[in-house]
């Protein structure tokens, strides 16, 4: 088995301190070097790099003084041999940049060692040089910070700050695509989980949900009102107005006529 040489990037020591120590504590870890920003964390990059042993994974925060992490995931996206990143963050704003730069995994603070033991197993997946037997060693769980959908099943874990909620279809009105990931839209908020929209679209089929758009899939329940005008078809869920493509318009409006009807027979 070989052991990762990985790189912790925090601006803030406390927090820099106890992802190393984390760090340190996973047997598939060999060597942890720390940086207190970008422009360091560059520095000690190129270094490794010049020495011949190449730092393999960068564990970075995103809001960070200066040089911030979504510019930095980006540079190193560009190196020769870019070393695997993984995101440690407070934030859930910023996935999508994650999914962009091919983050292995976007980890939220207060970093539970679960997910961090999950984390390691994907860059050991991802590292060619790392044994397959590493990559194995800590299973991890499947849910994510920003959520993976458990199959088979109408609900999703949302893991934020430490807490994990499960989001029923029943919560949600819309989905909206975003990259790789869906962004769930609820009467008290959003979750992005990580599950493409034409995953989610087959999983809850049958929990009233339909493709209206490339990139939204609605709760039929939910819909208040269905305007075509000009050949241009919309739905309005609440305050939010979504656009219906042309291939979806005339199966849409087909579906809540029928339903309606049943609706007045009832």
Known sequence: MTALRVLAVDDEQPALEDLAYLLRADPRIGEVATARDGASALKIL??????????????????????????????????????????????????????????????????????????????CAAVPAASPDAAAAVPGP?????????????????????????????DVRFVEAQGDYARLHTPTGSHLVRIPLAALEERWAGAGFVRVHRSHLVAVK???????????????????????????????????????RRGRAE
Not at 63 to 86: H, I, K, N, S
């Open 46 to 123: 190129d270094r490794a790099m010049a020495d011949g042993r190449p730092i393999e994974a960068v564990f970075l925060d995103i809001r960070m003084r200066g040089l911030d992490g979504v510019v930095l995931g980006r540079l190193l996206a560009q190196f020769t041999r870019p070393p695997r990143v993984v995101f440690v963050t407070a934030y859930e704003d910023h996935a999508v940049d994650a999914f962009e730069i091919k983050a292995e995994d976007y980890l939220l603070k207060p970093v539970r060692p679960e997910r961090l033991a999950e984390a390691i197993r994907r860059v």
């Open 142 to 170: 499947p849910p994510e910070d920003v959520a993976r959908a458990a199959p088979d099943s109408d609900t999703i874990p949302v893991e934020l700050a430490g807490v994990t909620r499960f989001v029923a279809s029943s």
């Open 222 to 260: 939910h819909i208040d009102e269905l305007h075509i005008d000009s050949g241009r078809c919309t739905v309005r869920i609440g305050e939010t107005e979504i656009p219906v493509s042309r291939r979806h318009t005339r199966e849409l409006r087909d579906l809540l006529v029928r339903r309606a």
